[in-house]
């Protein structure tokens, strides 16, 4: 009589190899992984859009002060500003 082994059962109550149960392991590891990446992503969003301006409202305000007919300095005063803003 041949026996064949099962280390687990799946929710469908299908039986499942030793390698099965390893690879859903690894599987359920993974997802868990990328729903906190997508997390950490949604908070760092959340914190940029939050403080300042998008990175085209700063390519605006570079424009807008290289266009200005303000002095060198005065013209780095004014982007050191948008940076600290951002």
């Not at 969003?45 to 409202?57: C, E, F, L, P, Y």
């Amino acid at each position: 009589m041949s026996f064949k082994g099962t280390a687990s059962k799946s929710v469908s109550g299908a039986s499942m190899s030793k390698y099965d149960v390893e690879v859903e392991a690894r599987l359920q590891a993974l997802e868990k992984a990328v729903a906190e990446c997508k997390a950490t992503c949604a908070a760092n969003a959340a914190k940029s859009s939050g403080g300042g301006g998008s990175v085209t409202g700063l390519a605006a305000g570079v424009k807008e002060v290289a266009a200005s007919g303000d002095g060198a300095e005065a013209k780095v005063d004014a982007l050191l500003n948008l940076l600290a803003d951002q």
